[in-house]
């Protein structure tokens, strides 16, 4: 697995964080350069991988320069289709990242939270239920795209 961290985030913490909460290690951390065209080159040389990320990485370049944006978007499921490698991009629903992400997204999950519980709202679940209790929720939707 593959994580994409925003360019202002340390990457030992969070590598501690994913650890500490899932249990695991053996993965890699790249540290985005904040523009999703300039880090494409980077994330297609991990081939055979699954790509974990939070869209809000490149949200600048697909508010500012959308069908860019879409065309690495574009490019890079085309390379990951090819290679065998899934992506999974999350955000929340407003992100104009995540909803020219969603265009080319062949599973689309969403997380709703009621009564300070978070849900992952499926057809049919990916694995085992999990939920998360949280104090209080007052954001839009959040919402996990997974690209195989």
């Known amino acids: 697995m593959v994580f994409i961290a925003r360019p202002d985030e340390d990457i030992l913490k969070l590598k501690n964080s994913i650890?500490?909460?899932?249990?695991?290690n053996?993965?890699?951390i790249?540290?985005?350069s904040g523009r999703l065209t300039d880090d494409c080159k980077l994330i297609e040389s991990?081939?055979?991988?699954?790509?974990i990320t939070d869209t809000i990485v490149w949200e600048n370049e697909a508010v500012?320069?959308?069908s860019t944006y879409e065309s690495a978007i574009k490019e890079l499921v085309e390379h990951?289709?090819?290679h065998g490698s899934g992506m999974i991009f999350f955000a929340y629903s407003?992100?104009?990242g995540l909803k020219i992400a969603s265009k080319y997204a062949t599973r689309e999950r969403r997380l709703i939270e009621t009564e300070n519980h978070i849900f992952l709202r499926t057809i049919r679940?990916?694995?085992?239920l999990y939920y998360v209790k949280v104090e209080n929720l007052d954001m839009p939707e959040l919402k996990l795209i997974m690209m195989f």
């Open 19 to 24: 650890e500490k909460m899932s249990g695991k």
């Open 26 to 28: 053996g993965f890699t």
């Open 30 to 32: 790249i540290k985005s």
């Open 46 to 51: 991990y081939n055979g991988t699954m790509l």
């Open 64 to 66: 500012a320069n959308q």
């Open 80 to 82: 990951n289709t090819a």
């Open 94 to 96: 407003s992100y104009a």
């Open 125 to 128: 679940p990916p694995g085992p």
